[in-house]
């Protein structure tokens, strides 16, 4: 196992931890403005470069890629280059990627700088924990990570309002031209406030395990990506992708197991309670990212209020994760943060319980109020099950760990939008099938029914079909809303498996 610097302090005195703190929260709000505000400018994008819907998903799908892939990398890299040093170079990087993505010509050119970006991306949540692991003790490790947190989710609410409006009175380039303050800001917190450290007498870089892993990656991203475009395993270029990922994963693992150096220290994988954190957070981001798929759609499509009340439904989510991170942070000091854990795992199962119970003609505020305790569950949860995943952990493992868990995080969201995208497609064919055993003509003729809903004429035939394809995609997304809180629950056990060592402080 590699050694720390002896000379690093454990943590640093009450006023450094502050500005360290203040440079932090840029770090964690670019990413998150960045990923939604694009997704906001993406039709415009389209039209831009008169793309297809398929060609034009490669903007958001080669940044996804890229991060996914160069997250593991930064854990070797912050062992050889320190803390500090990495992250001024990770900021560099992805400004110097916005202003190429700013002013790129070309579809080839936009997808190729998004990618590039994303690979600078990917370290900036890894090494924005490991600071705050550094600069805080382990007693106050929750309240570091509630800040934390709230930089992040403040960077979710304003990129979708943010993006919505620079795309509608500007011009999509400026989505990523109002990225520049916040990363200028960041650079010089960072080269301002946070100190030196975090080099350990590492291995050289494992370039078999690199690749290995990148491999398996890779290819399960775009599997999880491309699957439903092109009918999962009915492609055979969906199986390809599915056969190179299995075999990366295969070998990679062989690899962990059986080398000495390695590309991720096979140790992190043997602490229980980080194990269990990661299993935790990986249902995090199947949560978050499902819900934010899948709800303003409901909100647009099938109860009939605008794109504006969508937004600010989706703004009471991240406002509840502010309140319900910032609770978490003053109540976790020096505590066993299970509890809290658990609280938010019930305020996330209730909340997506609720809205498997909404009907069409639901009032917004009551949609709002659901999502408000759905934002404080993921607040309340997200706090301390980091700190958890932290607490029994060797800090000499940390670079590996905060990695590990960031594309935990990362995969949970593919897999977790791939999942309910299917079972969201699946379900609604299943009800449609119910429904229109339910509405054959010779029944209808006995009903008193609009005159627009005759089936004898195309036009009531074409109104009725409609009617029951959006009744049973409404049925799919609440039956989606109710797996998701069943999944939510079934991670219930594992919060209470976790040992927590608090006599390390």
């Given at each position: 196992?590699?050694?720390?610097?002896?000379?690093?302090?454990?943590?640093?005195?009450?006023?450094?931890?502050?500005?360290?703190?203040?440079?932090?929260?840029?770090?964690?709000?670019?990413?998150?403005?960045?990923t939604?505000?694009?997704?906001?400018?993406?039709?415009i994008?389209?039209g831009?470069?008169?793309?297809?819907?398929?060609?034009?998903?490669?903007?958001?799908?080669?940044?996804?890629?890229?991060?996914?892939?160069?997250?593991?990398?930064?854990?070797?890299?912050?062992?050889r280059?320190?803390?500090?040093?990495?992250?001024?170079?990770?900021?560099?990087?992805?400004i110097?990627?916005?202003?190429?993505?700013?002013?790129?010509?070309?579809?080839?050119?936009l997808?190729?700088?998004?990618?590039i970006?994303?690979?600078?991306?990917?370290?900036?949540?890894?090494?924005?924990?490991?600071?705050?692991?550094?600069?805080?003790?382990?007693?106050l490790?929750?309240?570091?990570?509630?800040?934390?947190?709230?930089?992040?989710?403040?960077?979710?609410?304003?990129?979708?309002?943010?993006?919505?409006?620079?795309?509608?009175?500007?011009?999509?380039?400026?989505?990523?031209?109002a990225?520049?303050?916040?990363?200028?800001?960041?650079?010089?917190?960072?080269?301002r406030?946070?100190?030196?450290?975090?080099?350990?007498?590492?291995?050289?870089?494992?370039?078999?395990?690199f690749?290995?892993?990148?491999?398996?990656?890779?290819?399960?991203?775009?599997?999880?990506?491309?699957?439903?475009?092109?009918?999962?395993?009915?492609?055979?270029?969906?199986i390809?992708?599915?056969?190179?990922?299995a075999?990366?994963?295969?070998?990679?693992?062989?690899?962990?197991?059986?080398?000495?150096?390695?590309?991720?220290?096979?140790?992190?994988?043997?602490?229980?309670?980080?194990?269990?954190?990661?299993?935790?957070?990986?249902?995090?981001?199947?949560?978050?990212?499902?819900?934010?798929?899948?709800?303003?759609?409901?909100?647009?499509?099938?109860?009939?209020?605008?794109?504006?009340?969508?937004?600010?439904?989706?703004?009471?989510?991240?406002?509840?994760?502010?309140?319900?991170?910032?609770?978490?942070?003053?109540?976790?000091?020096?505590?066993?943060?299970?509890?809290?854990?658990?609280?938010g795992?019930?305020s996330?199962?209730?909340?997506?319980?609720?809205l498997?119970?909404?009907?069409?003609?639901a009032?917004?505020?009551?949609?709002?109020?659901i999502?408000?305790?759905?934002?404080?569950?993921?607040?309340s949860?997200?706090?301390?099950?980091?700190?958890?995943?932290?607490t029994?952990?060797?800090?000499?493992?940390?670079?590996?760990?905060?990695?590990?868990n960031?594309?935990?995080?990362?995969?949970?969201?593919?897999?977790?939008?791939?999942?309910?995208?299917?079972?969201?497609?699946?379900?609604?064919?299943?009800?449609?099938?119910?429904?229109?055993?339910?509405?054959?003509?010779?029944?209808?003729?006995e009903?008193?029914?609009?005159?627009?809903?005759?089936?004898?004429?195309?036009?009531?035939?074409f109104?009725?079909?409609?009617?029951?394809?959006?009744?049973?995609?409404?049925?799919?997304?609440?039956?989606d809303?109710?797996?998701m809180?069943?999944?939510?629950?079934?991670?219930?056990?594992?919060?209470?498996?976790?040992?927590?060592?608090?006599?390390?402080?």
């Amino acid at each position: 196992m590699a050694n720390v610097d002896s000379k690093q302090p454990t943590h640093l005195p009450a006023k450094k931890r502050f500005w360290v703190t203040i440079a932090i929260v840029p770090c964690g709000s670019m990413q998150g403005m960045d990923t939604f505000a694009v997704s906001v400018a993406i039709p415009i994008m389209q039209g831009s470069f008169s793309a297809t819907i398929t060609e034009i998903s490669w903007v958001l799908t080669s940044y996804l890629v890229a991060a996914a892939i160069f997250i593991p990398l930064f854990g070797w890299a912050s062992k050889r280059l320190g803390r500090k040093k990495l992250l001024l170079i990770t900021i560099t990087g992805f400004i110097g990627s916005t202003l190429l993505v700013a002013t790129s010509n070309t579809l080839l050119e936009l997808i190729i700088y998004r990618f590039i970006q994303g690979a600078f991306s990917a370290g900036l949540n890894p090494l924005a924990q490991q600071v705050l692991l550094a600069a805080y003790p382990r007693t106050l490790h929750s309240q570091a990570f509630s800040w934390m947190s709230n930089g992040r989710m403040a960077g979710v609410i304003m990129g979708p309002i943010v993006g919505g409006f620079l795309t509608e009175w500007l011009d999509w380039r400026w989505v990523f031209w109002a990225n520049i303050p916040i990363t200028l800001a960041a650079f010089y917190l960072v080269a301002r406030y946070i100190p030196e450290g975090g080099i350990i007498k590492a291995p050289k870089f494992d370039m078999f395990g690199f690749i290995t892993l990148s491999i398996a990656i890779l290819f399960l991203q775009l599997m999880l990506d491309q699957g439903e475009r092109m009918e999962w395993f009915e492609s055979y270029t969906i199986i390809v992708f599915a056969a190179l990922s299995a075999i990366g994963i295969y070998l990679f693992s062989v690899h962990v197991s059986t080398a000495k150096n390695t590309y991720i220290d096979p140790h992190v994988f043997m602490n229980r309670d980080l194990l269990i954190g990661l299993v935790l957070v990986f249902a995090l981001g199947f949560m978050i990212y499902g819900m934010a798929g899948l709800l303003p759609k409901v909100i647009q499509d099938h109860m009939g209020h605008p794109p504006t009340s969508a937004g600010l439904v989706m703004a009471m989510r991240g406002i509840g994760s502010i309140v319900g991170a910032s609770l978490a942070g003053w109540l976790l000091k020096g505590r066993d943060p299970r509890p809290i854990v658990s609280l938010g795992l019930v305020s996330m199962a209730g909340s997506m319980w609720l809205l498997s119970l909404i009907t069409a003609d639901a009032p917004i505020h009551y949609i709002m109020l659901i999502v408000i305790l759905q934002g404080f569950g993921i607040g309340s949860f997200t706090v301390p099950i980091t700190t958890c995943a932290f607490t029994s952990l060797d800090p000499a493992l940390r670079p590996d760990a905060t990695v590990m868990n960031s594309l935990a995080r990362r995969l949970g969201t593919s897999i977790g939008i791939s999942i309910l995208v299917n079972v969201l497609v699946h379900k609604t064919q299943s009800v449609r099938n119910g429904l229109t055993i339910h509405i054959a003509p010779e029944r209808l003729r006995e009903l008193t029914i609009p005159e627009s809903w005759n089936p004898d004429e195309q036009s009531g035939a074409f109104h009725l079909n409609r009617l029951v394809e959006k009744e049973a995609e409404f049925l799919g997304f609440l039956f989606d809303f109710q797996l998701m809180a069943i999944i939510l629950l079934c991670l219930f056990p594992l919060v209470f498996l976790m040992r927590l060592d608090t006599k390390k402080q």
